[in-house]
């Protein structure tokens, strides 16, 4: 058969999609070992596994983008699973706290017949303005719910039902590790890990409400107080191990959505040998 025949004759194949909407822990999803790699190696073949991770987003940024990854009304762009992965950034200070080295005794110089006294209050030492605060990619916890909110209304909208969804909340941080990697750009610890849990338990409250699934990737890495340094390849960032915990708790949730899918086209011991195009020219599914 000629090629152009083929043309007439096949229909086009239509190859389910997986999307994968986060920040730079999705962007490196990726990466060799990385954790959307070993989501795209599963679903090889029923699957397109979609990285659309953003390094440094928070989810103000994310909400506005989305329309343009997701329209209604075009078969291609209505995923069959869509992972949400924000709060990484989000979670950023506002205003970085003191450390106690970079306080300042308060002296009361006004104490009549006595010499000037220190007491117990302590006042911040001016910092320049380029390590004492982070407000770009902070969001307020309550616009980080509304951020979360916002998008999976707008999902539900073009038909990408609640599901298809799960909501990944950010790991935990390791502060010593990030506060070395802070200071390697200049800058002083910018999060705290008691804030991050603050999002993940926001995370996984929308979650809740919506009848979303939810992974809670911070409490997981701490279950038992165990040491989650390993998961973190610079405290914040996932190592290599953190990409299989990640992948290994996330496959599950995923499985769910996918095992209806066909193995897309026939396997080559099945593809009749005189014609092959009766095996290859019908709707794809095998």
């Known amino acids: 058969m000629a090629l152009c025949e083929a043309v007439a004759c096949g229909s086009a194949l239509v190859w389910p999609r997986v999307l994968l909407f986060g920040d730079s822990i999705t962007q490196f ?9 070993s989501l795209a190696d599963k679903l090889v073949r029923k699957c397109d596994v979609l990285n659309r991770g953003f390094s440094g987003y928070n989810t103000r940024w994310a909400k506005i983008i989305l329309p343009r990854l997701i329209r209604k009304g075009n078969s291609l762009d209505n995923p069959v699973a869509v992972t949400i992965f924000f709060g990484a950034n989000d979670c950023a200070l506002k205003a970085v706290p ?7 005794p308060f002296v009361n110089m006004h104490r009549p017949r006595h010499r000037p006294q220190q007491t117990c ?12 605060e982070n407000p770009k990619q902070h969001i307020p916890l309550e616009e980080y719910v509304a951020n979360l909110r916002s998008m999976v209304g707008y999902l539900r909208s073009v038909g990408v039902p609640e599901g298809r969804l799960v ?5 935990p941080l390791c502060e010593a590790a990030w506060e070395q990697e802070c200071l390697r750009q200049g800058c002083k610890l910018n999060r705290l890990n008691l804030v991050v849990g603050e999002y993940a338990r926001a995370c996984l409250q929308v979650a809740q409400d919506c009848g979303i699934d939810a992974l809670d990737l911070w409490t997981l890495m701490q279950k038992d107080s165990q040491d989650f340094s390993s998961y973190l390849s610079d405290g914040l960032h996932l190592s290599p191990k953190g990409n299989e915990f990640l992948f290994s708790h996330l496959w599950p949730l995923i499985e769910k959505k996918v095992s209806s899918l066909p193995l897309l086209l026939p396997y080559w011991r099945d593809i009749a040998e005189a014609k092959p195009e009766l095996s290859l020219l019908g709707d794809g599914d095998h």
Do not use: N, V, Y
Not at 98 to 104: F, I, T, V, Y
């Open 167 to 171: 909501l990944i909340t950010p790991p």
């Open 29 to 37: 999803s990726f990466q060799q070992g990385g954790w959307g790699a």
């Open 98 to 104: 003191p450390r106690r080295h970079e306080l300042r």
């Open 121 to 132: 209050m302590w006042l911040k030492r001016p910092r320049s303005s380029r390590t004492d």
